[in-house]
């Protein structure tokens, strides 16, 4: 009797939990209605900042040889890392197809044994048989500089920050913004301080791929074992005795790990290193995009995947070995003389990769898609066109013709109510430095593109996760296609979307999809299994239903990761989205990709550049609301 | 005893957490109870004014519970912690004032440490961890090998010289930690709670394995423990600590028979007196006319082993201090004392 | 200590350094042998940037094939866009580009200004952009090919991705484009739609003259599909000399352009037989469009076609090569 007073006590002086919130957003209805169209801030290809950019761009072009920055530090920089990449690239060609070959497959039988080994040699054929050989070994090469140096640069500065909290303070926010940083946006300015060509395109894959490097050595650091750093300081060892005996042999494992994660990261970027004309097999890739041919980009594309399973495998082997057992003589003696075969083997053989052996499969794959565009034209034509009609054009009249002060007002009370008053502030400062740098409407278009592709994702996440913790079967079968879609370089996800929808804003909001969903599934997935038994336990023994035990028990206590998942989800599609401008996202992606394109609007392309990292920085803070990345990612995620 | 003799001295020794420590210890704060500093200052004191000296081959057990500041003090000694303020003299060098590498020598050479977790590395053999402190001072393969393996046939470990640390059970491995500890000969040993990650069965081999070694090579104990049995049974002296301060230093009989504070009463409480307590303590005159044929006992006779004594004889047990006769124990006192109503005759003096 | 001895070493290497490095110092030069490709090829190698349309191709695969095969040149074919092709002159990336179109900025920049890169006579082809519309659009609104009428249709060329303008159909980012300025001065109700390829825009006008869909798109001449799928230009206000030298101020049609070759300076000074070739090279836009049609419609790699045009023509092939 007493409780259903106070219940009802309490409800009369409470309102129920959603007119707060829907008042609010009653109110942003009503002066969207009353103000549309007012205080927009429309698109000026000529914008004093962007104009500005293009001109520094042409000062600096002019001043490339004669300014003492450049002369006497960029440009050492960039005849450094060309020379590196020269020397690595000579050695690979030197070696002839047969050398290097026995060489990856000897590494990979001393990484992992015969299996390894085994998968190794073939991966390496097929760049042969698929006809990229040269483009496979310029990548290689490639990824090798950007690797190399990324370590020699992360390895330390992880140690460092591995083994002083204040390093790692001070280290930690530039690297949460340097992963949620989409790929283009680092493209620009490396363009304007090291030209174009290899050298700028290894420093730029450097730059995306040193985050693990940095990140995952700092956390090997830190998991070693407090007492047997204090054992052996208690004996006297020397700082440098303990890190060398101590913290580096006990960090080898994961450190391993970061090294695998570091090429992971290089291999993605491959492709869009490109646009800075650095070469590859991302060269073909692009080929491909630009004569609208999946057929020659698939098998590009799939050498790239290739690459990165062997890679990962050595790796990953690597990281796993048994760190008591010594490799076996035998391993060594057949490892040793694979690795010489090959190379014995290149005086006997033509030094191209012989034509009789390739496969040449651009136009059964062209083919193959044609026929799909044209059976699956309806189907496919219907599902982009109702996206389009129904929910992009419309969200997209939306965000343009909102007042900017109403787009604000919005970010700063949806900011504030879910992650706290210092991130809306700092999403509030990102979003008035995109007006301010007179990329309003080209960000308003490129957020609704991803607020569309991120609804989606996470509708398509949060169910198959569900699906997946509630069914063991399900989970089983999900999961090895998981972890293969996460070893996979982002752009691989485009070829499909463009494939069966062309070149449009839709294109890359299904690659957007396909690319994100699958680490929201893990988060959401590990989130509902994370529930202890223990509860569950008790809600079943108090007659729940499993409908009821999932909605009232373990959704709400997934709650931090599914937030986390929305967190990754709205960071990956981001960088999908923008880097859908080279298959029709348009507005900033596509600015980026211009600016490569046309010299005069360099600037345009560069602040666009800024752009996509500012609004990914305000996404971040506005969702970061629950957690604040406890979890060491995998490739921005895991 | 004054500091030159002693193997360890410790005086004033403090160590406070947190921003600003110094001024802390300059101020009254420092004076503050645990809970009020931190509210106050954000600064933990977990050392507070400690000092003591430690004899040449004395084991001195330092007890407390967690967070009473014992494992922060024992890493003071060599200042694996640096100590906010405070003098630790060991073997006559001033640690405190110590370069880091005079530092690093008494560390290499003169002090060794056991770990609660062992401390092992895991991808050196044992024979490799067992050398490791022979190797940082940069003693040739074969000479470090070589002491490694007397070292571990001391320690009961032959022919495990080549095995890895995950593949012995945690007995042996704290043997490891207890035999690279040993194999840098050094004058003092710390030991910071080493058995307290074993089961009791093991816990129990290894105390023994102690006060074995510590018979075989006589070194200088300094022994944390947060487990009382353990402290009575290993300790010569027993310094027992309570928010960062000692609140009493004695021998186990001392601790037992005569408690500083209801703090130590109350840890003493449900030790069996009769375990650890002598005939000193229950020992009175004879009465007059009492016969004076009883069985005779030496005074330092636990009192548990003077029950057998007693029930043997009808006459009163006569407690001999060397040749003197200090007193006599009849079977009624036993009871007594048994039964707890008796005050200790040492309590009742005041001894 | 340490960091003075850093410090003289540092000025020690850029005293060696002859004062500074030049963008182009480590790079490999043009027709000099390097590295490996030295032993397969004597000759050296040459470097033709690939820009992304298939005309331009049908060039650079011809000349390829017979730096290659008569000469015995290796030849790489880096896939840079037309802009970014100039900046490879500077950086040692680009030897040759085979079919340019314009670009007086460019030639300014690099050939006047910087000196890094030279003209190499015309290609022959006669080049020429221009705006679009399937035939039959033109048959039932005869007077959509004047510009002035084109507001008026707007509405036909409304697509999902206008944002409620017409649609104008641009392809290849990189290609030269005075669109957004023609459609900002001439006032036209449309927005600029990129399909990101010549594929896309064939496919595109295939589809408009089969299905009768209304599209208007960016599109040039030489190019075979011409001779497949009937197309009508629109007209723009008419090219007059100078009135296109503001890009931001272009209110006129393109004009026809010679198209000619470009290579780099260092190229020029040190490519021998290869330089001699590639400014020999030239032929017709029918040329051309044969070796185009051949490798998008026949099936054949780029360098099947050349050889079957190659072999067709050898009168005209012959007369390129050096002595």
Avoid at chain 1, 42 to 59: G, K, Y
Avoid at chain 1, 203 to 221: D, E, F, G, Q, V
Avoid at chain 1, 326 to 349: S, Y
Avoid at chain 1, 356 to 373: G, I, Y
């Amino acid at each position: 009797m007493s409780s259903t007073t106070v219940t009802s006590a309490s409800s009369r002086l409470r309102l129920p939990r959603w007119v707060a919130p829907a008042g609010v957003a009653a109110l942003f209805a009503l002066a969207y209605l009353a103000f549309r169209g007012t205080g927009t801030l429309p698109h000026d290809s000529e914008a004093a900042p962007f104009t500005a950019v293009t001109e520094l761009r042409e000062w600096i072009d002019d001043h490339r040889n004669d300014n003492p920055l450049f002369l006497y530090f960029l440009n050492y920089i960039r005849l450094f890392v060309g020379a590196l990449y020269t020397s690595l690239q000579t050695v690979l060609v030197a070696m002839g197809w047969p050398g290097l070959i026995g060489v990856m497959g000897g590494l990979a039988w001393l990484a992992g044994g015969w299996r390894v080994a085994l998968l190794a040699v073939a991966g390496f054929c097929s760049f042969g048989v698929l006809g990229l050989w040269e483009s496979s070994v310029e990548t290689l090469a490639l990824v090798t500089a950007a690797v190399l140096l990324s370590l020699a640069i992360g390895v330390p500065l992880g140690i460092w920050a591995g083994m002083s909290a204040r390093v790692r303070r001070a280290v930690t926010p530039v690297l949460d913004v340097m992963q949620i940083m989409p790929t283009f946006a680092y493209l620009a300015p490396l363009a304007l301080f090291f030209h174009i060509g290899a050298p700028a395109g290894v420093i730029a894959t450097m730059i995306y791929s040193i985050p693990p490097a940095i990140r995952i050595t700092a956390l090997a650091i830190e998991q070693v074992s407090p007492t047997a750093v204090e054992a052996s300081a208690s004996l006297g060892a020397t700082r440098t005795q303990t890190l060398v005996k101590v913290y580096l042999p006990l960090a080898r494992s994961t450190m391993a790990l970061a090294v695998n994660q570091t090429i992971m990261m290089a291999l993605s970027m491959v492709v869009i290193a490109n646009l800075i004309s650095a070469p590859g097999l991302g060269s073909d890739i692009i080929r491909g995009l630009s004569r609208a041919q999946v057929g020659i980009m698939l098998p590009a594309g799939v050498a790239i995947v290739i690459m990165a399973v062997v890679l990962d495998r050595m790796m990953v082997s690597v990281a796993r070995r048994d760190p008591h057992s010594r490799i076996g003589r035998g391993n060594v003696a057949a490892a040793g003389a694979l690795a010489l075969a090959g190379p014995a083997a290149a005086a006997f053989v033509p030094r191209q990769w012989p034509e009789d052996l390739t496969v040449d499969v651009t136009r059964p794959v062209n083919e193959a898609v044609l026929w799909a565009e044209t059976n699956w034209y309806a189907v496919t034509t219907f599902v982009k066109d109702t996206v389009t009609n129904y929910l992009l054009n419309p969200l997209e009249t939306l965000f343009t013709t909102a007042p900017w002060w109403l787009v604000a007002a919005a970010v700063l009370v949806v900011a504030w109510r879910v992650s706290g008053a210092r991130p809306a502030l700092t999403a509030l400062a990102c979003l008035l430095a995109i007006a301010l740098l007179g990329t309003w409407e080209h960000s308003m278009r490129t957020l609704t593109t991803v607020a569309v592709a991120v609804a989606a994702t996470l509708a398509v996440g949060v169910l198959l996760g569900i699906a997946a913790a509630r069914s063991g079967r399900f989970s089983a079968v999900q999961r090895p296609l998981l972890d293969a879609a996460q070893t996979m370089p982002a752009f691989v996800y485009l070829l499909p979307a463009l494939a069966l929808f062309g070149t449009t804003r839709f294109t890359a909001i299904f690659a957007s999809i396909i690319y994100a969903v699958p680490p929201v599934v893990r988060l959401v997935e590990d989130g509902l299994r994370n529930v202890p038994a223990s509860v569950i336990e008790a809600a079943a023994s108090t007659g729940s239903t499993s409908g009821q035990i999932l909605w009232k028990v373990q959704l709400p206590m997934a709650r931090r990761a599914i937030l986390l998942a929305a967190n990754q989800g709205i960071v990956l599609t981001l960088a999908m989205v923008v880097v859908g401008g080279l298959v029709g996202a348009g507005a900033l992606g596509y600015d980026v990709v211009l600016g490569f394109s046309q010299r005069p609007d360099f600037g345009m392309g560069f602040v666009a550049g800024v752009a996509t990292v500012l609004l990914g920085v305000m996404l971040d803070r506005i969702t970061q609301g629950a957690d604040r990345r406890s979890l060491p990612r995998k490739r921005k995620v895991t | 005893m004054s500091p030159d003799s002693a193997a360890i001295a410790v005086e004033g020794l403090w160590k406070i957490f947190g921003p600003k420590s110094e001024s802390v210890l300059a101020s009254q704060d420092r004076h503050l109870d645990p809970a009020a500093l931190r509210e106050k200052t954000g600064c933990t004191a977990a050392v507070r004014d400690v000092g003591f000296e430690v004899r040449p081959g004395e084991v001195f057990v330092v007890m407390g519970l967690s967070g009473s500041g014992k494992s922060t003090l024992v890493r003071c000694l060599t200042r694996l912690i640096e100590p906010t303020a405070g003098r630790v003299t060991i073997g006559g060098t001033d640690v405190t004032a110590a370069s880091p590498a005079q530092l690093r020598d008494l560390r290499r050479h003169h002090v060794s440490m056991v770990f609660q977790h062992f401390g092992l590395l895991p991808h050196r053999r044992v024979i490799d961890n067992v050398a490791y402190g022979l190797e940082v001072q940069g003693a040739a393969r074969a000479a470090r090998h070589e002491r490694a393996r007397e070292i571990l046939s001391l320690v009961g470990l032959d022919g495990h010289a080549d095995s890895y640390p995950d593949q012995l059970s945690g007995g042996m491995q704290q043997r490891v930690g207890l035999a690279r500890a040993l194999a840098v000969d050094p004058q003092v040993m710390l030991f910071d709670e080493p058995f307290s990650a074993l089961d009791p069965l093991i816990r129990r081999d290894m105390q023994t394995e102690v006060i074995r070694l510590h018979r075989e090579v006589g070194k200088t104990m300094v022994f944390i423990t947060h487990d009382l049995a353990e402290a009575l049974k290993l300790g010569e002296r027993i310094a027992i600590m309570r928010d960062g301060g000692i609140v009493q230093l004695g021998t186990p009989e001392e601790l037992v028979g005569a408690p500083a504070d209801d703090y130590v009463a109350d840890f003493v409480r449900d030790v069996p007196r009769s375990h650890v307590l002598t005939l000193r303590w229950i020992a009175r005159p004879p009465e007059e006319g009492e016969p004076l044929d009883g069985p005779e006992l030496p005074a330092t006779t636990v009192i548990k082993d003077a029950i057998a004594a007693a029930s043997a004889s009808s006459r009163p047990i006569r407690v001999m201090d060397g040749e003197k006769l200090s007193g006599v124990v009849d079977r009624v006192d036993l009871l007594a004392f048994l039964s707890g109503q008796d005050v200790p005759a040492a309590a009742r003096t005041g001894a | 200590m340490k960091i003075r001895l850093f410090a003289g070493l540092l000025t020690l290497a850029l005293a060696a350094g002859c004062g500074g490095a030049t963008v182009d110092g480590g790079a490999t030069t043009a027709a000099s042998p390097e590295g490996s490709a030295a032993a397969s090829s004597p000759a050296g190698t040459v470097k033709i940037a690939i820009n992304p349309w298939v005309g331009y191709e049908a060039s650079a695969n011809v000349v390829a094939y017979l730096l290659k095969n008569e000469l015995g040149y290796t030849v790489e074919m880096p896939e840079i866009k037309e802009q970014l092709a100039w900046e490879g002159f500077e950086t040692g990336d680009v030897d040759v580009i085979i079919e340019n179109w314009g670009h007086p900025d460019l030639k300014k920049q690099y050939i006047e200004e910087k000196k890094v890169a030279v003209e190499a006579g015309s290609t022959g082809n006669k080049g020429v952009i221009g705006w679009y519309i399937p035939k039959w659009m033109a048959d039932e609104h005869p007077d959509i090919t004047d510009w002035k009428n084109l507001n008026k249709y707007a509405d036909l060329f409304k697509t999902s991705e206008s944002g409620g303008k017409g649609q104008l159909l641009f392809g290849d980012p990189s290609y030269v484009s005075n669109e957004a300025a023609l459609i900002k001065n001439l006032k036209l109700d449309f927005k600029i739609v990129t399909g990101g390829s010549e594929a896309a825009l064939i496919k595109s006008a295939q589809q408009a003259q089969a299905q009768k869909k209304a599209l208007l798109f960016y599109f040039w001449d030489p190019h075979w599909l011409f001779s497949q799928t009937e197309l009508v230009r629109v007209n723009l206000p008419e090219y007059t000399e100078g009135c296109d030298a503001d890009p931001k101020k272009v209110a006129c049609d393109y004009p026809e352009m010679d198209l000619d070759k470009i290579v780099s300076k260092k190229f020029a000074d040190t490519g021998g037989k290869a330089y001699e070739l590639v400014k020999n090279f030239n032929w017709t836009n029918a040329d051309q469009n044969q070796v185009s049609d051949d490798m998008t419609n026949g099936g054949m790699t780029g360098e099947e076609a050349a050889k079957k045009w190659i072999e067709a023509n050898p009168a005209k092939w012959q007369a390129w090569i050096p002595q």
